[in-house]
């Protein structure tokens, strides 16, 4: 009796692995900035990126950070406002 009753006390922790999801959510904006609406994929992209690099996920965040550059690059919308402002 006493044996079934030490077993329902136990406590179970389950330790899930850390997930890549910031970087594949930065990666999946510089994407979509490259194409569309860069003036809000590229920040988004951008921001997301860094979170994931300062949380370990290189990789995506990396290519997020790149493809929203690619996306700055290639949009006549963000360069004309830079223009507007002088910088360019």
Do not use: C, R, Y
């Amino acid at each position: 009796m006493q044996e079934n009753q030490k077993d329902s006390n136990k406590t179970i922790i389950i330790h899930q692995g850390a997930s890549n999801a910031i970087g594949i959510v930065s990666f999946i904006f510089g994407l979509i900035s490259v194409f569309i609406l860069s003036p809000l994929f590229v920040p988004l992209a951008l921001i997301f990126g860094t979170i994931g690099i300062i949380k370990k996920q290189m990789l995506w965040s990396i290519l997020g950070i790149v493809l929203a550059i690619i996306g700055f690059v290639t949009s006549p919308i963000l360069m004309g406002m830079l223009a507007a402002i002088g910088l360019a």
